[in-house]
């Protein structure tokens, strides 16, 4: 019993500690105001876009088999050498020919260069024309009708990889910002130029492929590689805008901070209409002028100085008894 009205008295004690601090300290501090930053409309330019990754790839890939089997001899082209349609890239003899001149070089020279004009040579021919993006095999190899021997591409593109939930938003036609992972510093503007009418499964998500076709094709896009794509959605030039976080929701209304024009001392809220919105800045359609200004809380954090007081149950040097 006695031990339970120890316990009892130790927590009415604690509580009388407690209320007395924060008696003194919102004592103390109580002429504290809290501080503004006035901030002041601006016109400028402002998008709506949807930000994703993708990679880039060949337009149109295709893979070049030989005819015959045989013994590669020459190869006429190197990886990103541009070729035109009907272009020979390589010579290849047939299994018979490869043969027929083993066995006439055993012969002499003469009876080799004999078969050699008698016997032609199979040529590998560009079917289009583009880019040589892959090469699969040197001279001398011996191939098969399954072997790729090359790979051409008739340009690179970057395909984007778009959440069913922003699908609905691009459009083909809208222009589009890409970057490299491997050279972010390059910027490349580029354009939609198709939507993929079937989504596949990605980590729970539908994803709807889209072709952002580049302006301009700089010399160290590889295919394969990793990129970051803007699509502008939206964007409007010479719009009323203010930082994202001078504006708030309050009772479902989008209103904004201000000082009353009678008493400066005092704020009040002002609603308004806002547009687009980006990372930075949000637009304002109604309730603002380019004279406006409004305020943004301070929210930093300042201990209490000398002017706040001092905690009195906190240590002192040389404290009077």
């Known amino acids: 019993m006695v031990s339970r009205k120890k316990l009892v008295w130790g927590v009415l004690v604690a509580l009388s500690v407690f209320g007395a601090a924060g008696f003194f300290y919102f004592r103390n501090n109580k002429s504290a105001k809290q501080s503004f930053e006035e901030v002041r409309a601006s016109r400028g330019t402002i998008s709506s876009s949807v930000s994703t990754t993708g990679a880039v790839e060949p337009q149109t890939r295709v893979k070049i088999q030989s005819s015959v089997g045989g013994r590669i001899e020459e190869i006429l082209v190197e990886e990103g050498r541009l070729v035109k349609k009907g272009e020979v890239l390589a010579m290849l003899s047939s299994t018979e020919r490869a043969a027929l001149l083993d066995a006439a070089k055993l012969q002499g020279k ?25 090469r699969s095999v040197d001279p001398g190899q011996t191939v098969t009708t399954n072997d790729s021997l090359f790979v051409l591409s008739d340009r690179l593109l970057v395909k984007a990889y778009v959440d069913e939930t922003d699908i609905g938003r691009v459009k083909v036609g809208q222009h589009a910002i890409i970057g490299l992972d491997a050279y972010p510093e390059i910027k490349v503007n580029g354009v939609v130029g198709h939507i993929y009418y079937e989504s596949h499964l990605q980590n729970n998500v539908n994803i709807y492929n889209v072709d952002v076709v580049p302006d301009r094709i700089p010399d160290v896009f590889r295919s394969g590689m990793s990129a970051n794509i803007e699509i502008i959605v939206q964007q409007k030039s010479n719009a009323l805008l203010l930082p994202v976080a001078a504006v708030q929701s309050r009772n479902g209304k989008m209103v904004v901070l201000q000082r009353r024009r009678d008493k400066p001392e005092e704020v009040r809220y002002k609603s308004v209409q806002t547009g687009l919105q980006d990372d930075a800045h949000i637009e304002i359609l109604e309730g603002l002028t380019d004279s406006s200004v409004v305020l943004l809380p301070d929210t930093s954090f300042v201990l209490p100085g000398k002017k706040g007081g001092a905690n009195p149950f906190m240590p002192q040097r040389n404290r009077t008894r």
Do not use: D, R
């Open 110 to 134: 003469s009876e080799q260069s004999y078969w050699q004009k008698v016997y032609k040579e199979t040529a590998v021919i560009a079917p289009m024309a583009g880019q040589v993006i892959v």
